[in-house]
């Protein structure tokens, strides 16, 4: 079965960075449009940034200019490079296909606040 392991999280203060990294196991990682998503305490999980198997990337708006999405289909790994963080980027980070096809990892808690 398909594990997402997350990890690289941590508190930081407005204006910091956090790289996180996802560790897919299986071998079919390099054919699927992975994505980061998000959840806030009280709202639901949104989707943040994508990457597809080629490396077309995209951001909702309120990321974009600060974090960039890369994988490394040889460590069947991708990250999420989160620059200028800002207090409403506090959320839990996960990150599964762009379609949520995926079971869920335990995300990695991201903390912004001075």
């Known amino acids: 079965q398909v594990q997402l392991v997350e990890s690289g999280g941590g508190l930081v203060q407005p204006g910091g960075s956090l790289r996180l990294s996802c560790a897919v196991s299986?071998?079919?990682?390099?054919?699927?449009?992975m994505g980061w998503y998000r959840q806030a305490p009280g709202k639901q999980r949104e989707l943040v940034a994508f990457?597809?198997?080629?490396?077309?990337?995209s951001y909702v708006d309120s990321v974009k200019g600060r974090f960039t999405i890369s994988r490394d289909n040889a460590k069947n790994t991708v990250y999420l490079q989160m620059n200028n963080l800002k207090p409403e980027d506090t959320a839990v980070y996960y990150c599964n296909t762009q379609s949520g096809l995926l079971p869920w990892g335990q995300g990695t808690q991201v903390t912004v606040s001075s």
């Open positions: 990457i597809s198997s080629g490396g077309t990337t």
């Open positions: 299986g071998r079919i990682f390099s054919i699927y449009t």
